[in-house]
């Protein structure tokens, strides 16, 4: 065959170059110059819009993730992944209801997906459907146990089954006796219950955990103007406005604590005041 | 992955401490506790793609080779049942056969108007 016979054939490059480029650039860590690359594609590519939502999460750019991924599943309807990823974007965007879709819709496609199901059920909370959302976690493999388990116990605590959620919690508490978020929610339980020996011993096995919480410090100053402590009540709130500054309530209980504190000074000595106190300033 | 997002959300749901003593001339006012639950998000991460996605093979519906069932050319009845009559029972067809078919296609006569007519007495016949 002859040189001149030869039919060049011109490839036109497309997107890939594109991809290829966000994607080295993604994992040398540098998100923003890879998103750059894949703005103005010259066609649609769902493979580019995929990389540029993942891009566009890791950057909490949520929205903006999620219109990506919309053109994905607009292009891909059968796509299980893009759902999936298109109602992490949603909830995050809090977009519940939407979200709340968007999971259903990969578990139609894939039922294996308990992820899915996982955030179908925290969006269903948040909804305040709290009976679909218990049934959700039911669901769950035991995959994800754990948080489904978790998922459980907020729900019969939002639905004022105290008793069954403190039992969920305390299981959980066994296994991750750590869990800060476990520990405040068994206060806030205690709390509603008004069980002010349960808030005193979760407050204090946060405290060791993280001594700064501002949960704690609500609990255990609770318990001190619930008995009267004044002391320790002013001592809790004291560190509360350092920690948390903008809580008005720990301000406010503060000064009534140190009121407190003053008036008892002034107050009326006891009539069966020791020896000791008989003679001392009294004139 | 957290969701800082959901926990500061996650405010609906209020505990109100029972703090109700009065405390000089000033009452305690209630602490707000809200329940959470931030934990679930640290197991929902986006699945990330490997590749541009494979999709399933749909299946050719073109260049299908297929038996076709073609419908036989118009025969009169009464021509078949005609020549059928020889045909005993359990006589064998095919080629021990001595008969021979021959489709007689009745001419057309275009008419002044267009129309194609067929011409009188061109019925089919059997050779």
């Known amino acids: ?283 | 992955m957290g969701n800082s997002k959901a926990s500061s959300i996650a405010q609906l749901p209020v505990a109100e401490s029972p703090v109700t003593t009065e405390l000089g001339s000033e009452q305690a006012r209630a602490f707000h506790f809200a329940v959470t639950w931030v934990g679930l998000f640290a197991h929902l991460d986006p699945v990330e793609a490997t590749g541009p996605r494979q999709l399933p093979e749909a299946p050719s519906a073109s260049l299908a080779l297929v038996p076709v069932v073609v419908p036989a050319p118009f025969v009169q009845q009464g021509v078949v049942e005609q020549r059928a009559e020889p045909r005993a029972a359990g006589q064998r067809t095919g080629q021990d056969s001595n008969s021979a078919w021959e489709m007689v296609v009745p001419k057309m006569i275009r008419t002044g108007s267009g129309n194609f007519t067929p011409p009188e007495g061109s019925d089919p016949r059997l050779l």
């Open chain 1, 1 to 283: 065959m002859q040189a001149s016979n030869v039919i060049e054939i011109s490839i036109k490059p497309g997107v890939q170059p594109q991809i290829d480029a966000a994607l080295a650039l993604r994992s040398s860590g540098r998100l923003e110059e890879a998103l750059g690359t894949l703005t103005n594609p010259g066609e649609y590519n769902s493979y580019l819009y995929t990389v540029r939502g993942e891009i566009e999460f890791a950057l909490g750019r949520f929205h903006d993730a999620a219109l990506s991924y919309f053109a994905v599943v607009h292009s891909e309807p059968d796509n299980a992944d893009a759902h999936y990823n298109l109602a992490l974007c949603l909830q995050r965007s809090d977009r519940w209801d939407a979200s709340c879709q968007a999971f259903e819709r990969a578990l139609s496609l894939d039922p294996g997906r308990d992820a899915a199901r996982l955030g179908l059920g925290a969006s269903l909370l948040y909804l305040n459907r709290l009976e679909e959302a218990l049934a959700t976690f039911y669901q769950c493999s035991r995959a994800l146990e754990g948080p489904a388990s978790f998922g459980k116990a907020v729900a019969l605590q939002l639905l004022h089954r105290f008793g069954e959620a403190e039992s969920a919690y305390e299981i959980l508490l066994a296994s991750e006796p750590h869990s800060e978020e476990i520990l405040s929610n068994l206060i806030a339980l205690a709390v509603e219950t008004q069980d002010l020996d349960r808030i005193r011993d979760y407050s204090q096995r946060l405290l060791k955990i993280s001594p700064q919480s501002p949960v704690a410090l609500q609990g255990l100053a609770i318990v001190a103007l619930e008995r009267e402590d004044h002391h320790a009540a002013a001592r809790y709130c004291d560190r509360l406005v350092q920690v948390a500054p903008d809580c008005l309530e720990a301000w406010h209980n503060l000064r009534v604590a140190l009121g407190r504190i003053v008036a008892a000074f002034g107050a009326p000595k006891p009539v069966a005041a020791g020896p000791a106190m008989a003679g001392s300033g009294r004139k």
